[in-house]
T-cell receptor
Framework: EDKVVQSPLSLVVHEGDTVTLNCSYE??????LLWYKQEKKAPTFLFML????IEKKSGRLSSILDKKELSSILNITATQTGDSAIYLCAEPAGGTSYGKLTFGQGTILTVHP | NAGVTQTPKFRILKIGQSMTLQCTQDMNHNYMYWYRQDPGMGLKLIYYSVGAGITDKGEVPNGYNVSRSTTEDFPLRLELAAPSQTSVYFC???????????????FGEGSWLTVV
């Protein structure tokens, strides 16, 4: 059974801080790892990392996949209060072609002014 | 752009009642999913469908049923509501298999269900 574990479960920082969120996975037939941001409603897609695309960046957010360590990190630099959210990582369960996702528990990030 | 639309957004049920959460998407996506999210937890897959007429169980299917009579609609049925089904429910859809856009899943805005 595939497993995705995130840490820390919660994090409180002040604006301007840099944070690193962790995601480790134990899966069969790795295909991809996805990062989502969830603010009170549905998760919104951030990044997808694959064997051929192990590093992604968008503005202040960046993510790296470490296939050797079976893990990924999500970095947020110069945090803003709008970054407060739950950050979820997920992977297609069992490497299936149907895109069923196994999610981690999420990291609750709170950014204070 | 409607995307994935879920109704109702909020509902309170009494134990033993039945209800259907509606989900429709207008993107002609083949794959559709129902997830539930309990407080402080990630999402868990209830049921999924790879096309009209085809459904299959996910990780936590007990107490739920689904049908997929059209490409657009994927309703989730709770037959005998129990307090353990208090959760936020997300419907999602996915286009296909290849490329970044094919691997991204589009979520509805969620349905908050409380069983008392």
């Amino acid at each position: 059974e595939d497993k995705v574990v995130q840490s820390p479960l919660s994090l409180v920082v002040h604006e301007g801080d840099t944070v690193t969120l962790n995601c480790s996975y134990e899966v069969t037939n790795f295909r991809s790892l996805l990062w989502y941001k969830q603010e009170k409603k549905a998760p919104t897609f951030l990044f997808m990392l694959t064997s051929s695309g192990i590093e992604k960046k968008s503005g202040r957010l960046s993510s790296i996949l470490d296939k050797k360590e079976l893990s990924s990190i999500l970095n947020i630099t110069a945090t803003q209060t709008g970054d407060s959210a739950i950050y979820l990582c997920a992977e297609p369960a069992g490497g299936t072609s149907y895109g069923k996702l196994t999610f981690g528990q999420g990291t609750i990030l709170t950014v204070h002014p | 752009n409607a995307g994935v639309t879920q109704t109702p957004k909020f509902r309170i049920l009494k134990i033993g009642q039945s209800m259907t959460l509606q989900c429709t998407q207008d993107m002609n996506h083949n794959y559709m999913y129902w997830y539930r999210q309990d407080p402080g937890m990630g999402l868990k897959l209830i049921y999924y469908s790879v096309g009209a007429g085809i459904t299959d169980k996910g990780e936590v299917p007990n107490g739920y049923n689904v049908s997929r009579s059209t490409t657009e609609d994927f309703p989730l049925r709770l037959e005998l509501a129990a307090p353990s089904q208090t959760s936020v429910y997300f419907c999602a859809s996915k286009r296909g298999e290849t490329g970044d856009s094919g691997n991204t899943i589009y979520f509805g805005e969620g349905s908050w269900l409380t069983v008392v």
